[in-house]
């Protein structure tokens, strides 16, 4: 019987870069390394990991697109991003929430999202 959600997992080329465009462009503080191919991010509670190597498991990178951040207003996350010259979209709205896609250096797609209270 599954519990929770042990980790959220993106493969990157480049684990450095990853860990720097994570930690200083989107703001998730520092991560914790626990081997030479697996960095960690603890958000809010979930595991974030970026990792190299994924595509012996079919998981190349830039393939990723299953993380949404929350933040607290996403219009202003979308321009901070933006200006730090991120590939991000315009933000929209649905009946729930707001939100805004982006794209890590290497692709993998991500979102900023804000619950409507």
């Known amino acids: 019987m599954v519990k929770e959600i042990g980790f959220v997992v993106y493969t990157v080329k480049d684990l450095q870069k990853a860990k ?26 979930t595991t974030f990991a970026v990792v190299t190597g994924g595509e012996s498991l079919g998981m190349p990178p830039g393939s990723s697109f299953s993380v949404a951040f929350e933040v607290d207003n996403v219009d202003a996350e979308f321009k901070r991003l933006k200006e730090k010259g991120v590939d991000i979209n315009e933000p929209f709205e649905s009946p729930t929430c707001w939100a805004s896609f982006a794209k890590d250096p290497d692709g993998n797609r991500f979102a900023l999202h804000q619950l409507k209270k």
């Open 20 to 45: 720097a465009f994570y930690r200083d462009v989107v703001g998730l503080g520092e991560p914790k390394d626990l081997h030479k191919a697996w960095s960690e991010f603890d958000v809010g509670g």
